[in-house]
């Protein structure tokens, strides 16, 4: 059976994300500031830019729609993941992640109500279960910390809505515009958001100097801005509400998958459960 564009997309975009995760931890662990990968991402994002941009022959899209929707989705994109490393801060993995990964339920919400997109019993079957798998992909067991405030709830909310929001964004925004378009602006924001990031970087406390960091990361960090065309273009083929819970459900997998070959470390049971039920809500959607 012949695979249709959308979900072929969202495959695309999951396997590259899915390396990513499981790669994007090592700089950090070496001490280069999880800030300063946003700034090299931020960078890394005109590589597939250049080649959008030549799909079309150079010539993005500029009337208002155009600028409003590109300009919105890069920002609530690149926002988002600038105010992420905030809550990282202020609270712990195990609950912000599970918070933030639930952000297709916005973008399921918006679809439904506001662009009347349907989809078929199997799946709805798929994206349920898929709602369901996401925060058991991102479950980590709780250490010792503690007194950790109320300020991550809200920054992990703003994350939360700010992703589901971008999602859906991009799925109006392919009925305006051409994809290519969309990462085009996608990438202006995020560079534009580098200052605010360099902003947030403790360069004193314990930053490794080393020069080959900025390079190593640039090499995990291409992964991510390639995944990011991809998505486009599934939003472009595809329903929000499948091509959402799809790859927020199957890159964590591959993630996981890669982890365990990489570092050798076995997969919590709650994690375990996730991947199943992962791999079977894949599996429906794909119709």
């Known amino acids: 059976m012949r695979m249709k564009p959308w979900f072929l997309f969202a495959l695309c975009t999951t ?6 995760g499981a790669l994007s ?8 500031p999880a800030t300063l990968g946003y700034v090299v991402w931020a960078i890394t994002m005109i590589v597939p830019a250049l080649v959008a941009l030549k799909i079309i022959h150079w010539k993005p899209e500029t009337h208002y729609k155009a600028l409003l929707y590109g300009l919105l989705i890069g920002f609530f994109g690149a ?6 490393f ?10 912000v992640f599970p918070f933030v990964s639930l952000s297709p339920l916005v973008t399921i919400f918006l679809s439904l109500f506001l662009l009347k997109e349907k989809a078929s019993i199997r799946s709805w079957i798929g994206i349920v279960i898929a709602l369901v ?6 479950y980590q ?14 920054l992990s909310l703003l994350v939360f809505l700010f992703w589901g929001i971008q999602a859906y964004f991009m799925r109006v925004a392919n009925n305006h515009m051409k994809a290519e378009s969309i990462f085009f602006y996608m990438t202006l924001t995020s560079i534009g958001l580098i200052p605010i990031a360099l902003l947030f970087t403790d360069f004193k406390n314990g930053m490794n100097w080393q020069l080959k960091w900025p390079f190593i990361t640039a090499g995990i960090q291409i992964l991510n801005a390639i995944g990011a065309l991809f998505i486009v273009y599934a ?5 929000a509400i ?25 997969p919590h049971i709650i994690i375990g459960i996730g991947m199943v039920m992962a791999i079977v809500a894949i599996f429906l959607m794909a119709e």
Do not use: C, D, H, M
């Open 242 to 266: 499948i091509v959402s819970p799809l790859t927020n459900t199957g890159a964590p997998v591959i993630t996981i998958v890669l982890s365990l070959l990489i570092y050798g470390v076995l």
């Open 141 to 154: 067991p709780p250490g010792n910390e503690n007194n950790f405030g109320s300020l991550w709830i809200f």
């Open 86 to 95: 905030e809550a990282l801060k202020r609270g712990p993995a195990y609950l």
């Open 235 to 239: 939003f472009r083929f595809g329903k």
């Open 133 to 138: 798998a996401i925060p058991l992909l991102s």
């Open 15 to 20: 396997v590259f994300w899915g390396i990513w």
């Open 79 to 84: 926002a988002g993941q600038l105010i992420l």
């Open 25 to 32: 931890e090592l700089p950090v662990k070496e001490g280069f």
